[in-house]
């Protein structure tokens, strides 16, 4: 008797906790869907640009653009995966000091973006989900099977959304040589997170308090898997990729100021990746996605050392910027001028 009352009590418990998940997955539905109101600012094709055609695994036609160096061959290819709301001319904000020291650039538009191709029953969000993943699967493979590229070392860098994808598609590839994500997150952590915040907003302390973190990461779970039927596509989990870059050469790029991503999120993801604060770089006063308007002459020596140093090359080509921010200009000699930067990541 005893038995069968506590098997009433434990299933009952079961049956309201999941109609609970449930109540808030949908009420949440929404949230997860608003895009934010990002500033995107277009950028004019480079006029030496080529641009390309990329077939993907599932048939999607997707455009890029290739920007090779001056001179010799290229020191190898970094594919730049752009922000949500952004088209692939945006790769010249970031990366034209790689260009300038040696390295050939990818740059690709995601599909439902800039001139890509739309696929149908997909609705494309501010969270990365599997087919930014299969674009730059296929981007990379273009790398491998290109003549003039084939044999370098690949690299990838994105922002924010693309940043995730970027990431997740290094996990997933031991060929990818280094992986630079620039105000990225993981999607679990990062609704985590702001679900945790709104929860002191909506509630007094003590009962947001008593929310335990499993309640709110299932929750969440339910809310993604949800939106992704609505929009057909899945949102994969990072965190249980970020531990496969363990060893592989890996930075992050942060702003201090981010008021979408804040700093305790790739900190989180730093701890993922099991490595130490220098794969974190929080760049002062940046907002999202601006850490370059923030930090140009030290954004472009970390990018371009880093890409030098998980491509094993060394490179002291000196350079006149072709991009300027406003805030400041691109460095000259971007290894042999420019100091170590003091600034504490953590």
């Keep these: 008797m005893v038995l069968h009352l506590l098997v ?15 109540f808030y997955a949908v009420v949440s539905r929404g949230h997860f869907s608003r895009q934010p109101p990002f500033r995107i ?13 990329i077939v993907t695994a599932d048939g999607i036609r997707i455009v890029g653009t290739v920007l090779l160096p001056d001179g010799d061959r290229p020191h190898g290819v970094v594919i730049f995966c752009p922000e949500f709301g952004a088209d692939r001319h945006s790769v010249l904000r ?13 740059t690709i538009d995601f599909r439902n973006s800039g001139e890509s ?25 273009y790398c491998r099977r290109r003549a003039d590229l084939q044999g370098l070392p690949i690299g990838l860098f994105g922002v924010s959304r693309g940043g995730g994808a970027a990431l997740a598609v290094a996990a997933t590839d031991p060929g990818i040589a280094g992986v630079i994500g620039q105000s990225s997150f993981h999607t679990s ?4 997170f702001h679900t945790r915040r709104w929860l002191h907003y909506a509630m007094p302390t003590w009962a947001a308090n008593c929310v335990p973190d499993w309640h709110i990461w299932a929750t969440m ?37 981010d008021s979408y991503i804040p700093v305790e999120i790739p900190r989180k993801m730093c701890k993922l990746l099991r490595k130490t ?8 006063k940046a907002k999202h996605n601006r850490e370059r308007e923030a930090a140009p002459r030290e954004f472009d020596r970390r990018v371009v050392q880093f890409f030098a140093g998980a491509f094993n090359v060394p490179v002291t080509r000196a350079h ?27």
């Design 8 to 22: 009433a009590i434990f299933g009952t418990f079961v049956v309201v906790d999941l109609l609970s998940h449930v």
């Design 41 to 53: 600012e277009r950028v004019p094709p480079a006029p030496d640009a080529e641009d390309v055609e």
């Design 94 to 106: 970031y990366l034209a000091a790689l260009r300038e020291s040696g390295f050939a650039l990818l």
């Design 117 to 141: 191709e739309h696929a149908p029953g997909y609705r494309p969000l501010h969270w990365f989900s599997n087919h930014e993943m299969t674009d730059v699967r296929a981007a990379v493979d």
């Design 189 to 192: 952590g990062t609704t985590h």
């Design 221 to 257: 779970k339910v809310v993604a898997w949800m939106c992704g039927m609505e929009n057909g596509c899945r949102y994969p989990a990072l965190e249980r990729l970020l531990p496969r870059l363990h060893t592989r050469p890996v930075l992050l790029i942060a702003g201090r100021n």
């Design 277 to 284: 604060e220098r794969a974190l770089w929080v760049v002062p």
């Design 320 to 346: 006149e910027p072709t991009f300027e921010t406003g805030a400041d200009v691109a460095p000259k000699k971007v290894l042999k001028e420019i100091p170590q930067s003091r600034e504490r990541s953590f």
